[in-house]
């Protein structure tokens, strides 16, 4: 399975940007999906997740209120939607497949290669 981000780009501070996750050759219908966040010298920290349905999310506090995660499993896709975006989101953006029922997995299998997302003051 075979991820794809992109989206990422350059922003200032209050700014929005929409990241999509998207694989190609594989339906995503059984897959939970998360988004992941590596700044420089930080640990790998998950933003967001979203069960194989599209029922159940979840958010790290930092995000809560400003990121939305979706699906559209038509199109095999996962958005992250991230509203009045500060400097500390600055980080690679990467997308995680886990196949599974539950909401959201502690292990993911499969990973995306990322998209960097900037954020200037």
């Known amino acids: 399975l075979q991820l794809v981000e992109s989206g990422g780009g350059l922003v200032q501070s209050g700014g929005s940007l929409r990241l999509s996750c998207a694989t190609s050759r594989f339906s995503l219908d059984y897959y939970a999906i998360g988004w992941f966040r590596q700044a420089p010298g930080k640990e790998r920290e998950r933003v967001s997740c979203?069960?194989?349905?599209?029922?159940?999310?979840n958010y790290a506090d930092s995000v809560k209120g400003r990121f939305t995660i979706s699906r559209d499993n038509a199109k095999n896709t996962v958005f992250l939607q991230m509203n009045n975006l500060k400097p500390e989101d600055t980080a690679v953006y990467l997308c995680?497949?886990?196949?599974?029922?539950?909401?959201?997995?502690?292990?993911?299998?499969?990973w995306g290669q990322g998209t960097q997302v900037t954020v200037s003051s």
């Open positions: 995680a497949a886990e196949r599974t029922l539950l909401d959201c997995p502690h292990k993911f299998d499969y």
């Open positions: 979203i069960s194989s349905s599209g029922g159940s999310t």
